[in-house]
């Protein structure tokens, strides 16, 4: 069973950049989809991004479309979240989250089975 270990937040200025982390153990994410999810004070959790291990297939919410990008390393030990031209708004609390790839039907929380803490990104205007 994969544990997930998520880090990289912080404060940072809009249009600033950040690199999230999320560092597996007990297994690599081979054969897992990996995703990158976000709640905001108040507001529902909102799918950010995902990658599938199986075809490097990715997926990404509409509002982060072209600012960020999700990748892994050679050996699926980690997943990055590379976040520019950060806005206020994606001011939140990130996870990451695991699901083994024969369960992982698309971006959706409620499909993920495995869940690192959070890591803070705050971005002041």
């Known amino acids: 069973e994969v544990q997930l270990q998520a880090s990289g937040g912080g404060l940072v200025q809009a249009g600033g950049s950040l690199r999230l982390s999320c560092a597996a153990s007990?297994?690599?994410?081979?054969?897992?989809?990996v995703g990158w999810f976000r709640q905001a004070p108040g507001k529902e959790r909102e799918a950010v991004s995902c990658?599938?291990?199986?075809?490097?297939?990715?997926y990404y919410g509409d509002s982060v479309k072209g600012r960020f990008t999700i990748s892994s390393d050679a050996a699926w030990n980690t997943v990055y979240l590379q976040m520019n031209s950060l806005k206020p708004e994606d001011t939140a609390v990130y996870h990451c989250?695991?699901?083994?790839?024969?369960?992982?039907?698309?971006?959706?929380?409620?499909?993920?089975?495995?869940w690192g803490q959070g890591t803070l990104v705050t971005v002041s205007s």
């Open positions: 989250a695991a699901v083994v790839e024969g369960d992982y039907n698309g971006c959706d929380d409620y499909d993920f089975d495995y």
């Open positions: 007990g297994s690599t994410f081979d054969d897992y989809a």
């Open positions: 990658i599938s291990s199986t075809n490097g297939g990715t």
